[in-house]
């Protein structure tokens, strides 16, 4: 996952919000990476947004959609290779 990736910075966040340092070691990985799955669904579950937000942002549900999709699917894409 490369550094820039949405889902690696909530994962880092999570890790961080729990009290653990986010580069330390955890079965071979850094520990941010254990958080991976719950970030990923954390950002899937913004697909559902409320008034507010599309107003607040100025777009379509469409609009939201696509960019919520688009950090699942780089993510996706980043995770395969």
Do not use: F, Q
């Not at 958080?35 to 549900?61: F, H, Q, W």
């Amino acid at each position: 996952m490369h550094s820039n990736s949405m889902i690696e910075r909530v994962a880092r966040e999570l890790c961080r919000c729990d009290g653990y340092p986010e580069d330390l070691r955890y079965e071979g990985m850094p520990m941010w990476a254990s958080y991976v799955d719950r970030a990923r669904k954390g950002i899937a579950a913004m697909r559902e947004p409320n008034k507010a937000v599309l107003s607040a942002g100025g777009c379509t549900m469409e609009h939201w959609l696509r960019m919520i999709d688009a950090v699942l699917i780089d993510e996706a894409i980043v995770s395969a290779d």
